[in-house]
């Protein structure tokens, strides 16, 4: 069974930075793709970052280039994204996921997708 649960959003001013964590269930750390969407009010949900199942390629959206870095740690069962110099339009809902392939991630829909709950990001200016 693939089970995700995401921590570590929160509120921050602008420039700042924040961590989210995403644990994963054995299941889908050994089979799938990991990564982020998130949606902020209004808009479509869009991919964020993916790593790939042996840790060794990322995918980042133009957006988060030079910003954000997406890391996994097989041994907790758990991915990352570290969040620096955080803006106002990086405020939305962020949400774990985990997908056969990264090339999945720019797409808003997928065969075999899995999403967490969801967790907030709130970036003030």
């Known amino acids: 069974q693939v089970q995700l649960a995401e921590s570590g959003g929160g509120s921050v001013q602008a420039g700042g930075s924040l961590r989210l964590s995403c644990a994963v269930s054995?299941?889908?750390?050994?089979?799938?793709?990991m990564g982020w969407f998130r949606q902020a009010p209004g808009k479509e949900r869009e991919g964020v970052s993916c790593?790939?199942?042996?840790?060794?390629?990322?995918w980042y959206a133009d957006s988060v280039k030079g910003r954000f870095a997406i890391s996994r740690d097989n041994r907790a069962n758990t991915i990352y994204l570290q969040m620096n110099s955080l803006r106002s339009e990086d405020t939305a809902m962020y949400y774990c996921?985990?997908?056969?392939?990264?090339?999945?991630?720019?797409?808003?829909?997928?065969?075999?997708?899995?999403w967490g709950q969801g967790t907030q990001v709130t970036v003030s200016s």
């Open positions: 996921a985990a997908d056969l392939a990264c090339s999945n991630f720019s797409m808003m829909k997928s065969t075999d997708r899995y």
């Open positions: 790593i790939s199942s042996n840790g060794r390629s990322m």
């Open positions: 054995e299941l889908a750390r050994v089979l799938y793709n």
